[in-house]
């Protein structure tokens, strides 16, 4: 069975960094792209970016480039995403998710995770 | 990179049958026949119910369907049942500079 197991909430102040993570089981974790997908508090669903757990191939969407860190390490089959100064507006839900491979669209995502919530508040 | 337009709330009876828009440009929609719809229910996770315009994943209903015409897309629900009373959101492939992009989500309401 494919599972992506994220990691716990986080409570945070401004200015403090942070990197959560995403541990895929029940498949061969480079054989798919992950993305990353934010959802605000009674908001709709934005795409991040994605990334190749073979080569760290990554795609950011304009509205996120330079603002987080999409990576992995193949050796524990863990994505992750990373904020190096988090600001008030990063407040969310964060979703880690797996390409479907039967499409060709990079918005196309079989198997989530349940989910990451990120307050961030001083 | 604005958000695909898509109406805030719809709603109908068990039995009948819905439709929900998604509107967005020649650049994303009109361009390519890689719209998705997802279904969220409150506390969940979503889930892909249409793919690449038309096609269904394994294990999704048949009494979901989607069709596009220019700029818009459509998800319509047939037979509607209350479990289908969640928020639906449609999803673009905009280029490789734009990436991906996302409708700002429908309510639907079963009465």
């Known amino acids: 069975e494919v599972q992506l197991v994220q990691s716990g909430a986080e409570v945070k102040k401004p200015g403090e960094s942070l990197k959560i993570s995403c541990k895929a089981s029940g498949y061969s974790f480079t054989s798919s792209w992950i993305a990353w997908v934010r959802q605000m508090p009674g908001k709709g669903l934005e795409w991040m970016g994605i990334?190749?757990?073979?080569?760290?191939?990554?795609r950011y969407s304009p509205s996120f480039e330079g603002q987080v860190t999409i990576s992995v390490d193949k050796s524990i089959s863990t994505a992750y995403l990373h904020w190096s100064s988090l600001k008030a507006s990063d407040t969310a839900m964060y979703y880690c998710?797996?390409?479907?491979?039967?499409?060709?669209?990079?918005?196309?995502?079989?198997?989530w995770g349940q989910g990451t919530l990120v307050t961030v508040s001083s | 990179q604005s958000a695909l337009t898509q109406p805030a709330s719809v709603s109908g009876s068990p039995g009948q049958s819905i439709t929900i828009s998604c509107t967005g440009t020649s650049t994303d929609v009109g361009r390519y026949k890689l719209v998705s719809w997802y279904q969220q229910h409150p506390g969940k996770a979503p889930k892909l119910m249409i793919y690449e315009v038309t096609k269904r994943p394994s294990g999704v209903s048949s009494r979901f369907s989607g069709s596009k015409s220019g700029n818009t897309a459509s998800l319509t629900v047939s037979g509607l049942q209350a479990e289908d009373e969640a928020d639906y959101y449609c999803?673009?492939?905009?280029?490789?500079?734009?990436?991906?992009?996302f409708g700002g989500g429908t309510k639907l309401t079963v009465l």
């Open positions: 999803c673009s492939y905009a280029g490789s500079s734009a990436s991906v992009i």
């Open positions: 990334i190749s757990p073979g080569d760290s191939d990554t």
């Open positions: 998710a797996r390409r479907f491979s039967g499409s060709y669209s990079p918005g196309d995502f079989d198997n």
